[in-house]
């Protein structure tokens, strides 16, 4: 879609292996505005995915089967690197925010968390993958004018 992004809101993939988590997951962001483009129970198939339909922001979860969720998000990031992902867990600690940073991702989000939570930090990450694209766009030597 051309013109300003912010019209249109995030594209969202899910990568959760839990199924009523994923449904959860959906109906919160769904209400808030937010398009699911996709969803997958494997890291792996996350990121055929992301790879496939160009998410602006992953929701990850921690432990995936056949590919971890850091894992994942380390090729997700590599394959399309102004694709924000946002891990999902049942644990909290110094360890897990060290381990999310090294892997790229965004944020991370303790499974549990309101759903005003979930979707504020949607549109956050969201907003910050528009705002690597202009500033890439920028250094490419685009106007200005032609980033809206």
């Known amino acids: 879609m051309k013109g300003d992004p912010t019209a249109w ?3 969202v993939l899910l ?21 699911v483009v996709g969803e997958a129970g494997d890291g792996q198939t996350g990121v055929e995915l992301a790879i496939a339909l160009e998410p602006d922001v992953v929701l990850m979860d921690l ?25 999902l867990t049942s644990y ?6 060290r381990t999310t940073h090294m892997s790229g991702a965004y944020a991370f989000l ?3 968390c309101p759903p005003d ?8 990450a969201w907003r910050y993958k528009i705002g690597m694209e202009q500033h890439a766009r920028l250094l490419k030597g685009d106007s200005p004018e032609m980033l809206g």
């Open 110 to 112: 303790v499974k549990g």
């Open 15 to 35: 990568v959760e292996d839990n199924e009523e988590n994923r449904r959860l997951l959906r109906e919160v962001l769904s209400a808030s505005g937010v398009q």
């Open 63 to 87: 432990r995936m089967p056949v590919v971890a969720g850091t894992g994942a998000t380390r090729m997700i990031k590599q394959a399309l690197p102004s694709t924000q992902v946002v891990i």
């Open 9 to 11: 809101g995030p594209r």
């Open 117 to 124: 939570t979930i979707r504020n930090v949607v549109y956050q």
């Open 92 to 97: 909290e600690g110094a360890l897990l925010q």
